[in-house]
């Protein structure tokens, strides 16, 4: 199998990740199948969609019949079959709980074609922890976005001891085709590249929040002044979701034991406050 023999992608979960993914997917030419549980959120998903593409034209960023294009190729679903059963590669963007995706690979290993490719776009768990659920490991991968995916450059493609290198390369070829800039990792690694160094900087700034040093907001400027970063760690956890943060923290916690990884107690507060960012409308700002 090559590149060329992708035509119908196949995207599990309109969240965050989920709905972008699949649209940048429908933007690149591909004929794409959204899945959720929630129609709610494949209704937001679509109605994105429609907002999204209007105003790139209207901002000269697309023509119409790329925006027309793109809406043509995206349709949504809360059928798992009907999504997976002709798909030729498929973008696993579910809840970052182990459980949920080995369930999700082994349903999907039933359903999808003996040559689909299974990628998970977990941001943390290597596909190893998943592969074991199929009978295809050989084409199972981590395909890794970035928040948000219609903007973000970056994929991390991990290949697993399991992965083949035809499917490490075919996913390559696909974040080419998708306007994204691939970086292959050979070898797993929990949190991959850019998670890791991410999760440094979070850990400190949580920790000069937890002990009063500074608050997220003042932390946010230094950040975002002397580093040059577009976004400080506070407001970017708020858009990457304290869920996601608190779902790191305990799986990490669970594989390392080590107290350092366990979400910070400010991360822990939020997450059961039920703030999770601009997704609850407030985190550690508000959005109302
Ligand atoms: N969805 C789609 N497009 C968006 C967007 C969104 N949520 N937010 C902004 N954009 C687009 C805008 O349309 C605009 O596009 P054009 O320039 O082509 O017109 C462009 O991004 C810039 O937007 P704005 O001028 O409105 O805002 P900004 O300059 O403040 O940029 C940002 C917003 C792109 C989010 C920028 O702040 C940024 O890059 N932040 C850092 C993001 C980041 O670090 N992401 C990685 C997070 S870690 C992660 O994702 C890990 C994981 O596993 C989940």
Not at 23 to 41: F, N, R
Not at 64 to 78: K, M, R, V, Y
Not at 225 to 251: K, Q, V
Not at 255 to 277: I, N
Request: aromatic letters at 8%; one cysteine or more.
């Amino acid at each position: 199998m090559t590149i060329d023999d992708i035509k119908t992608i196949c995207v599990i979960g309109a969240g965050t990740m989920g709905h972008q993914i699949s649209l940048c997917a429908a933007l690149s030419g591909y004929k794409v199948k959204c899945t959720d549980i929630s129609q709610e959120m494949l209704d937001k998903a679509g109605q994105f969609a429609r907002t999204y593409l209007p105003e790139r034209v209207a901002k000269g960023k697309m023509t119409q019949e790329q925006a027309e294009l793109g809406l043509a190729n995206l349709s949504f679903t809360t059928s798992l079959e009907e999504a997976a059963q002709d798909a030729d590669f498929i973008i696993e963007a579910a809840v970052e709980k182990i459980d949920v995706k080995r369930q999700l690979f082994a349903d999907l290993d039933r359903i999808a074609p003996s040559h689909a490719i299974l990628a998970t776009n977990s941001s943390f768990i290597v596909s190893s922890k998943v592969a074991d659920a199929t009978r295809r490991p050989d084409k199972v991968c981590n395909m890794h976005f970035f928040n948000p995916p219609l903007v973000m450059k970056l994929v991390e493609v991990v290949q697993g001891n399991h992965t083949s290198p035809e499917t490490a390369q075919i996913t390559m070829d696909l974040c080419e085709k998708m306007g994204k800039t691939g970086v292959w990792l050979k070898k797993e690694i929990y949190g991959f590249l850019v998670n890791r160094i991410l999760a440094a900087i979070n850990h400190e700034a949580l920790f000069l929040a937890d002990i009063g040093i500074a608050s997220p907001e003042e932390i946010d400027t230094a950040v975002t002044n002397a580093l040059g970063h577009p976004m400080g760690p506070f407001r970017l956890m708020d858009m990457t979701g304290i869920d996601l943060s608190y779902y790191i923290g305990m799986e990490l916690y669970k594989e390392t034991r080590d107290p350092k990884d366990k979400p910070s107690p400010l991360v822990v507060e939020k997450y059961a406050k039920r703030e999770w960012g601009r997704k609850t409308k407030k985190g550690f700002y508000s959005y109302e």
